[in-house]
């Protein structure tokens, strides 16, 4: 594997460090912004609803049609360059906000950020690899990303035990967030998207080699008759693999809840300010810890077994939840939770990869992460009413056998989903 890792292009590397520093800059807010609305600017838990709900729907609705967007203009790096930026921007307002509606407006601007960059990048990360090395160049980059959300959590911790306010936590959190843009400008390169020349229904390799274009210059477009042909199958992003792929992933993602549900249980069990954090970053060390071997593993087996062992796990832990009482066991099933994100996040990104052709594949990227946010946005609603009107049990147990159906039907779908790379 190391033999492996060093030979992947450096794009890979440089936004695995982008990664690292702009959730380093994310994290060190995520586990505080509910005590900054509520305690600092003294808004009720209602309105600390709408600010998330608007926010992720934002990250959600804007997606695809920056993914279009980035295939009908053949570039990938100014989109990237632009969400991280506006991600650092919306840092600042957070620290300079006095009433709720700043904050709200700093979420949303943050959020429109994440979805300006995240098709667009995972296309460029996977523009110039290997077929046979996806697997693993995902799994490196989740690896940094997550390693970001360990250190920003406890880098949080360590300044509210020196006395440091939220609101300063918030305005040192905009330093790595302005790093990551700094680190695209100078070690991110462009790569002009490919013509869509392979049906995705083949599963054919794409063949020939990226073309190096220079970052910091002009841009360069798809001829017009592929910028023609990837307007007209906008309305069905990609192939029929896809499709299947998208069905079984909109099962899990309707019983797939927000996180913040799994602290509140931890919460409910015993755990205090503190503990949270250091259980939010078990699961982040875990999630780190399994996403590059489990990159790579899927690589030798197929994304598909390792995306829908991972969907078992997620069962299994959602189970746990329902029945959890002791302190103990929360903190296993945390542990055990990042081994779930590790085995789909990246490899699922990999799989997605290999079902659009190059020339389409931020757009099928983007369509699918709009519809599995608007999905789990969904599941946050269900999981809440569920939580309130029945009890907690009832959200988790929804959540595992939502999951164990979505894995019963992605295996169904094998063989018309996953074909595996051909070997160099």
Do not use: C
């Amino acid at each position: 594997m190391r033999r492996r890792l060093a030979a992947l292009p450096r794009n890979v590397v440089a936004l695995g460090v982008v990664s690292f520093v702009a959730d380093f800059s994310s994290e060190m807010i995520y586990p505080v912004f509910p005590g900054f609305v509520t305690s600092v600017l003294g808004a009720s838990a209602a309105v600390l609803g709408l600010i998330e709900g608007s926010a992720e729907a934002t990250a959600s609705l804007t997606r695809y049609p920056f993914g279009r967007l980035s295939d009908e203009t053949g570039r990938r790096r100014p989109f990237v360059l632009g969400g991280y930026g506006l991600a650092a921007l919306g840092k600042l307002v957070l620290a300079l906000a006095f009433v709720w509606p700043v904050a709200l407006g700093g979420r949303v601007l943050d959020r429109v950020g994440k979805g300006m960059r995240t098709a667009p990048r995972d296309a460029l990360l996977s523009s110039d690899v290997r077929d046979q090395d996806r697997g693993l160049a995902f799994g490196l980059h989740r690896t940094m990303d997550t390693a970001g959300a360990v250190v920003g959590p406890l880098t949080t911790l360590l300044l509210l035990e020196l006395g440091v306010s939220l609101r300063w936590v918030f305005a040192l959190a905009v330093v790595p967030g302005a790093l990551s843009v700094v680190v695209i400008w100078k070690s991110v390169r462009e790569r002009a998207p490919r013509p869509a020349e392979a049906a995705p229904e083949t599963g054919a390799a794409i063949a020939g080699a990226p073309r190096d274009t220079a970052g910091d210059t002009g841009g360069r477009q798809t001829d017009s008759a592929t910028a023609a042909r990837v307007r007209r199958r906008l309305r069905l992003p990609a192939s029929r693999r896809f499709r299947r792929l998208l069905v079984a992933s909109l099962i899990f993602a309707i019983g797939n809840s927000s996180n913040a549900f799994l602290l509140l249980k931890a919460s409910a069990v015993g755990y205090g300010y503190a503990g949270v954090i250091l259980v939010y970053v078990l699961y982040n060390l875990t999630y780190a810890a399994g996403s590059l071997p489990l990159g790579g593993l899927s690589d030798r087996i197929g994304q598909l077994p390792v995306v829908a062992g991972g969907f078992v796990v997620f069962a299994v832990v959602y189970a746990g939840f329902a029945a959890a009482r002791s302190m103990a066991l929360v903190a296993v099933l945390f542990a055990a939770y990042g081994l779930y994100i590790a085995a789909t996040e990246g490899t699922t990104k990999a799989l997605i990869s290999r079902t659009a052709p190059d020339a389409e594949r931020a757009s099928a990227m983007g369509f699918f992460d709009t519809a599995i946010g608007l999905a789990s946005f969904a599941a946050s609603a269900v999981g809440g009413l569920l939580w309130t009107i029945v009890g907690p049990w009832a959200t988790f147990t929804f959540g595992a056998v939502a999951a164990a159906l979505a894995a019963v039907l992605l295996m169904f779908f094998a063989r018309g989903i996953e074909q595996r790379p051909q070997k160099a």
